[in-house]
């Protein structure tokens, strides 16, 4: 049962870097998020997407970009990395919410920016 | 937009003692409720959610929530703790169309 798989599970970056998260689902999932955790400030939504072709920007889209060209992968890119964006990235998949339905995780990806 | 609040960020508790986790959301018609957990160093797992019917409801290892749409809380409760239960835990509400997480509980269950 692999679920939600990210990658890489850790990496440094330098300031002004650029680098691609990888997130795959196997789980026939429309649909799939983005959420960076920051020490007690829980989980901010930077993209979604509701399927193929489809992304939107969740609360903190700057600095990110994501591309959704098939149902199992959502990548989110990191331009010009900055410190800001030391955090721990999880990749996300669910079925259309509205039946209650419930938002399975990846294992989290640990970025550090210096 | 859904507002989902825990109210404890830090719980200590002794080994085998009760717990109970505290979440309140803004009102709404109809909404789901969640409680995750997350262990050292990993992704958020379900626990337990609310979806209709009974107000009570039973998770894994042991947890229960009680819904109570008066209050617009979903608290989470273990009678006895155990040392593995240490972690972070989310509540969360979806209403059909997001979903909205609390902050965090870290519980640390001493020995």
């Known amino acids: 049962n692999a679920g939600v798989t990210q990658t890489p599970k850790f990496r440094i970056l330098k300031i002004g870097q650029s680098m691609t998260l990888q997130c795959a689902q196997d789980?026939?999932?429309?649909?799939m998020y983005w959420y960076r955790q920051d020490p007690g400030m829980g989980l901010k939504l930077i993209y979604y997407s509701v399927g193929a072709g489809i992304t939107d920007k969740g609360e903190v889209p700057n600095g990110y970009n994501v591309s959704r060209s098939t149902t199992e992968d959502f990548p989110l890119r990191l331009e010009l990395a900055a410190p800001s964006q030391t955090s721990v990235y999880f990749c996300?998949?669910?079925?259309?919410?509205?039946?209650?339905?419930?938002?399975?995780f990846g294992e989290g990806s640990w970025l550090t920016v210096v | 937009a859904q507002s989902v609040t825990q109210l404890d960020s830090q719980v200590p508790v002794f080994e085998e003692a009760p717990v109970e986790l505290r979440c309140n959301y803004s009102s709404s018609v109809s909404v789901y409720l969640f409680w995750y957990v997350q262990y050292p160093n990993q992704g958020l797992q379900l626990l337990l959610k609310?979806?209709?019917?009974?107000?009570l409801v039973k998770g894994i290892n042991g947890f229960e929530a009680e819904f109570n749409k008066s209050q617009t809380s979903f608290h989470l409760r273990k009678p006895s703790v155990h040392i593995s239960d240490t972690a972070e835990y989310f509540c969360a509400v979806s209403d059909g169309n997001q979903f909205y997480f609390g902050t965090g509980t870290s519980l640390t269950v001493i020995p």
């Open positions: 789980m026939n999932h429309n649909y």
């Open positions: 996300a998949s669910s079925k259309p919410l509205g039946s209650g339905n419930t938002i399975y």
């Open positions: 609310y979806l209709s019917g009974s107000t």
